[in-house]
Nanobody, 114 residues
Framework: QVTLVESGGGLVQAGGSLTLSCSVS????????MGWYRRAPGKQREMVAI???????MYADSVKGRFTISGDILRTTLSLQMNSLTPEDTAIYYC????????WGQGTQVTVSS
């Protein structure tokens, strides 16, 4: 069983920065990918950034150049550095790992004020 716990959300002004962290407990499958997703008010959940088991990264077009995903090699933590935030980034952000099983955290709220 894998448990994911996000932290680091909060209220920030437009143009500001936040760093989200995901603490991972349990054994993540060797070939599991990890990523950050978000659900904005009134919208479906969407992929934000992925860190593959091969350490490759992928970003949604809307966050490219502003967000950076990273994680330790043992995959006990996953981070999302978010810069130049806009009100459109307001959402609940979720950490996820999938492959051998599919596990989600409970989410952390990010609110960007204009």
């Amino acid at each position: 069983q894998v448990t994911l716990v996000e932290s680091g959300g909060g209220l920030v002004q437009a143009g500001g920065s936040l760093t989200l962290s995901c603490s991972v407990s349990g054994t993540v499958g060797r070939f599991n990918d990890m990523g950050w997703y978000r659900r904005a008010p009134g919208k479906q959940r969407e992929m934000v950034a992925i860190l593959s088991s091969g350490r490759r990264t992928m970003y949604a077009d809307s966050v490219k150049g502003r967000f950076t995903i990273s994680g330790d090699i043992l995959r006990t933590t996953l981070s999302l550095q978010m810069n130049s935030l806009t009100p459109e980034d307001t959402a609940i952000y979720y950490c996820r790992t999938w492959g051998s099983g599919d596990f989600w955290g409970q989410g952390t709220q990010v609110t960007v004020s204009s």
